[in-house]
């Protein structure tokens, strides 16, 4: 099996990060699916003023902000869902060594689509005359803020539209259900806009929870939502959305999802998460071990393991993606 794209995920965050970068990365919903893991090796190797674009926020950007390691961010929703609001980001933000841009949920795919396109800018008919374009977190002195979306004018019909601008982040980093070692990705569940932010960002890495032949790849290729020709590398790691979700693979850890929350409240509670979580984990066979097998094999009966039968056969074993 040719491993084209394969590198492990410590070098895939060397060779793709740095500090001060725009970051961006892909989930289905709060509690869905995110590379959260990648989020995890950022804080492995200090990485630090980063720019986040999230869709929705997730663990990722919570801990990511909890941590310090975040400066700047943009988001279309800031919550946790029934987990309640992310407290992380919440003590960042009010802390004030975050400032956190506010969008709407339609808004962001917009300017991810706008990006992915080369739009100048994206006409935007929604999130106009609301503090989502008078208030600017970049610009907080600025009300109302003139150019966060500014108005223009539609050359058409003379009516007066906003603007976005579009989201071209240096590197999105993937969560998606299967990947080929050449770097085409099947994404189960619900999709969100990692379609968009897939195009729009200048580099992308795949995290995948299980490898597969290419061959399931030529029997699915309507499935194929993210092309190996958009894509610099593939990681695999099981259980890489953790403590989140992936449809098919495993459900949410709510335990966990609670605990971490709680944990990134305090300087105190993140250092320990740090401590107990990310310090030292850095191989697969450590990292379930610390999330406890019998969990893992809890979280693995999930009601939608039924997704993932039509590609089991080509699946691939451990012995077969080292990379």
């Not at 919570?62 to 929703?77: D, M, S």
């Not at 800018?121 to 503090?131: C, E, Q």
């Not at 058409?156 to 050449?182: M, N, Q, S, W, Y």
């Not at 450590?286 to 080509?314: C, M, N």
């Given at each position: ?65 909890a941590a310090g390691a975040v400066t700047r961010a943009e988001c279309g929703f800031s919550g946790l869902e029934v987990f309640g609001f992310a407290n992380g980001l919440r003590r960042a ?113 795949l995290i995948a929870d299980a490898l597969v032949d290419t061959a399931c790849m030529r029997q699915f290729p309507n499935l194929v939502r993210i092309p190996d020709i958009i894509v ?92």
């Amino acid at each position: 099996m040719p491993h084209e794209k394969l590198i492990s995920l410590a070098e895939a965050v060397r060779r793709y990060t740095w500090d001060g970068m725009q970051y961006a990365s892909g989930a289905a919903l709060p509690v869905g699916s995110d590379a959260i893991v990648f989020g995890r090796e950022l804080l492995r190797q200090n990485r630090k003023d980063l720019h986040a674009i999230f869709h929705c926020n997730t663990q990722q950007l919570n801990l990511l902000a909890a941590a310090g390691a975040v400066t700047r961010a943009e988001c279309g929703f800031s919550g946790l869902e029934v987990f309640g609001f992310a407290n992380g980001l919440r003590r960042a933000v009010e802390s004030g060594r975050l400032a956190l841009e506010d969008y709407s949920n339609l808004a962001i795919p917009l300017r991810l689509l706008g990006g992915a396109l080369n739009w100048p800018f994206v006409p935007a008919t929604v999130a106009i005359g609301s503090d989502i374009q008078y208030r600017s977190a970049f610009a907080p002195d600025d009300y109302p803020a003139q150019k966060k979306i500014p108005m223009v004018t539609d050359p058409f019909t003379g009516k007066e539209i906003g603007a976005f601008l579009p989201l071209r982040p240096d590197l999105a980093a993937i969560h998606v259900t299967l990947a080929d070692p050449l770097g085409n990705a099947i994404i189960l569940g619900t999709e969100w806009s990692r379609f968009e932010l897939s195009r729009a960002a200048k580099k992308v890495v795949l995290i995948a929870d299980a490898l597969v032949d290419t061959a399931c790849m030529r029997q699915f290729p309507n499935l194929v939502r993210i092309p190996d020709i958009i894509v610099e590398a593939v990681v695999h790691w099981p259980f890489a959305a953790w403590p989140q979700s992936s449809p098919g693979m495993y459900d949410a850890d709510e335990e966990h999802m609670v605990a971490m929350n709680k944990a990134l409240a305090t300087e105190e509670g993140t250092a320990a998460y740090i401590r107990d979580y990310i310090d030292g984990v850095t191989d697969i066979p450590a990292y379930l071990d610390r999330i406890g097998r019998d969990k893992v094999e809890h979280l693995r009966r999930s009601s939608t393991s039924f997704l993932l039968d039509p590609f089991r056969q080509w699946l691939l074993a451990a012995e077969e993606v080292a990379p």
